[in-house]
């Protein structure tokens, strides 16, 4: 069992950046691939980003590319997503999710289905 506690959310300026972090516990986290989603108040919950568990692979949603920035540290089992040039449609609650399965990971990223555990979620409010 693999529990995901995320942190970092908050009240920030648009154009302005924060960094949001996803520790994990019960588990090492260096043989999951990891993702960020988030879920705005009466939308669905949204891909933002996606790593391989080696880093190797990375993916962005269309959204965010060139804005956000996913990382991991495997050796403290905390993954992290830096977010720049925020806009206030980035507005949510942002999850940390962990996958067990690399197979269709490629393929699948985006797709919280896909995903094993969640975080409860830490907050993000742009202001405009």
């Known amino acids: 069992q693999v529990q995901l506690v995320e942190s970092g959310g908050g009240l920030v300026q648009a154009g302005g950046s924060l960094r949001v972090s996803c520790a994990a516990s019960?588990?090492?986290?260096?043989?999951?691939?990891m993702g960020w989603f988030r879920q705005a108040p009466g939308k669905e919950r949204e891909f933002v980003a996606a790593?391989?568990?080696?880093?190797?692979?990375?993916y962005y949603a269309d959204s965010v590319e060139g804005r956000f920035t996913i990382s991991r540290d495997n050796a403290k089992n905390t993954m992290y997503l830096q977010m720049n040039s925020l806009k206030p449609e980035d507005t949510a609650v942002y999850h940390c999710a962990a996958r067990r399965s690399i197979i269709g990971f490629s393929n699948d990223y985006s797709d919280p289905l896909g995903y094993d555990y969640w975080g409860q979620g830490t907050q993000v409010t742009v202001s405009s």
């Open positions: 019960g588990r090492t986290l260096s043989s999951y691939a």
């Open positions: 790593i391989s568990w080696s880093g190797g692979r990375i």
